[in-house]
């Protein structure tokens, strides 16, 4: 029996498809406190010229703002995408509660592939990760944008 996506996951998918149709690879990302989302960003590195525009990034940063603080303690981060170790790390110091995560990322990711940040021993901070929510919607997306550019 298959379930629905939470709500945050079939939003950040949706900001997946707009920044595929933007021509950035295509993820999305939810912040969520207490059930209200505070933040959401799409993947923009070419849009805005900048290498750390990640869609996570984005909506740490977004999130951060709206609430007047750098910590993000009863948050958690809904992504279409494994986090890549840079987004990992501001995850870790924006001590986000939980990560939420589709598809993994066997050559970029962070999280529980390549550097794995949160296992280091110098994190101080150890968000709750859950992955494969969406895993299926996420993959098909990625698999269909790098297949249109090969």
């Not at 920044?19 to 993947?43: D, K, T």
């Not at 509660?97 to 592939?113: I, L």
């Not at 990760?129 to 997306?141: D, F, N, T």
Request: charged share 25%; net charge neutral; aromatic share 6%.
């Amino acid at each position: 029996m298959a379930f629905p996506l939470p709500d945050p996951m079939r939003r950040a998918l949706a900001l997946a498809e707009a920044a595929a149709m933007e021509g950035e690879v295509p993820v999305g990302a939810v912040i969520v406190r207490n059930g209200e989302v505070l933040a959401e960003g799409g993947n923009a590195p070419r849009r805005l010229s900048d290498p750390t525009a990640h869609a996570e990034m984005i909506a740490i940063r977004a999130a951060a703002e709206r609430i007047g603080a750098d910590r993000l303690q009863e948050c958690e981060l809904w992504v279409t995408l494994e986090p890549c170790a840079m987004c990992a790390g501001a995850i870790a110091l924006a001590r986000i509660a939980r990560v939420y995560y589709g598809a993994p990322d066997p050559k970029g990711g962070g999280v529980e592939h390549g550097a794995r940040v949160f296992a280091q021993p110098t994190c101080h901070h150890r968000p709750e990760v859950y992955s494969g929510i969406g895993e299926r919607e996420a993959g098909a997306l990625l698999r269909t944008f790098f297949q249109a550019r090969r």
